[in-house]
């Protein structure tokens, strides 16, 4: 019998993924998988190869039985960049790849674009749904843009598109309202959903200036790699994209939408509302009016006793409101990077499970 928790790994061949992009999150990925792989007892059936790696700016790797990934990974953590005398070396650009090398499944990790409206991400996607291969990604663009365009497609190849590290890591909200609301219909959404701006206002909170506090957001890895797209709050603004369109039937372009960042936030204004016991947050809304589903992103006054006021530093949150429940908050307590990772990790457990399913039935592969 298959132990709880544990993947089975009596049944199969390894899962061949392609990585494209190879920053904190894919490196975090390559270490889950290779040299910290034993202290997750959990993945112990997960059986993973990956079979290409490419970057916008460090190279690309890619060998059919299998990359050398603690050389990659040793490669990127030292020079920065796959090695010239790596034996796996290639010259692929990432559409190349998709498009060319043999795999089951495209891990997607390239950078959100706002100035490309979500490509080449959305490209990438594409063409591996057009090849019929499954989809997992920590990339939001795709899925404030191009949503419903992208499930059509995957649906129509039998693929999984799965997306769930896209907003709030590996938290499972997308998991959360697919799985477990069935019925209800969901009427608002809430929340903090960008953990670089709560970080910045806490730490501004205890005395950092702005610029001290992104530095330090940067450091740990949780600011985009252009960090103005979390200040001026695109990052939240996308996500609760992201989020409308999932979850309530939306079809939201983040330009459209009425978006406030933290930038002209000051210690001032953070003392004045602290005062009154009160705390400024970057708050993402979306409801249902008239027919028509709206959202705004804003500073706005989080009164003590709320429930997103006590979400400090890079915590997250989202309260989600149902015509059948009263509301139910999820909230994430100060993540990292490794959260991020584990949303990759859990979608890619469920494309397994659909794999060796869909082969040992022997209808779809
Ligand atoms: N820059 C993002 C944030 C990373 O700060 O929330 C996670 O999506």
């Not at 957001?217 to 960090?227: N, S, V």
């Not at 705004?296 to 309260?319: D, F, I, N, Y």
């Amino acid at each position: 019998m298959k132990a709880a928790g544990r993947l089975d790994s009596s049944r199969k061949a390894p899962l061949r993924v392609l990585l494209l992009g190879c920053g904190n999150v894919g490196r975090g990925l390559v270490r889950v998988l290779t040299v910290e792989r034993d202290r997750y007892p959990g993945l112990e059936g997960l059986d993973i190869q990956i079979v290409g790696i490419t970057t916008g700016t460090r190279g690309a790797v890619a060998r059919e039985s299998g990359v050398d990934l603690v050389r990659a990974l040793s490669e990127l953590e030292g020079g920065g960049r796959f090695s010239k005398q790596n034996p796996d070396r290639v010259e692929l650009t990432s559409l190349e790849a998709v498009q060319e090398l043999d795999y089951d499944a495209l891990v997607e990790l390239t950078p959100l674009s706002i100035a490309n409206r979500g490509e080449p991400a959305i490209s990438h996607i594409r063409s591996a749904l057009e090849r019929s291969r499954h989809v997992v990604t920590a990339n939001k663009g795709p899925f404030a843009y191009v949503y419903r365009d992208l499930m059509n497609l995957a649906d129509s190849r039998g693929v999984r598109l799965l997306h769930e590290s896209t907003v709030m890591d590996g938290a499972p909200v997308l998991n959360l309202a697919r799985h477990t609301l069935k019925g209800c219909r969901i009427q608002a959404l809430e929340g903090i959903l960008n953990s670089t701006t709560n970080y910045v206002l806490s730490r501004m909170e205890e005395g950092l200036s702005m610029q001290e506090a992104v530095e330090l957001a940067q450091l740990q890895g949780y600011a985009e790699a252009d960090p103005t797209l979390d200040l001026e709050g695109w990052d939240a603004t996308v996500k609760i994209c992201v989020l409308a369109n999932a979850f309530m039937g939306a079809d939201l372009d983040p330009s459209k939408v009425d978006r406030q960042g933290i930038e002209k936030v000051t210690a001032e204004d953070l003392r004045e509302v602290g005062a009154r016991g009160d705390r400024l947050k970057l708050i993402c809304r979306a409801w249902r009016h008239e027919g028509q589903v709206s959202a705004k992103v804003a500073v706005e006054t989080v009164p003590a006793g709320h429930p997103l006021w006590a979400v400090s530093g890079t915590g997250a949150a989202l309260r989600i409101t149902t015509d059948l429940m009263a509301p139910i908050v999820v909230v994430q307590d100060n993540p990292g990077v490794k959260d991020t990772v584990y949303g990759v990790v859990g979608d890619l457990i469920t494309v397994a499970e659909r794999k060796f399913e869909t082969e040992n039935d022997g209808r779809l592969k």
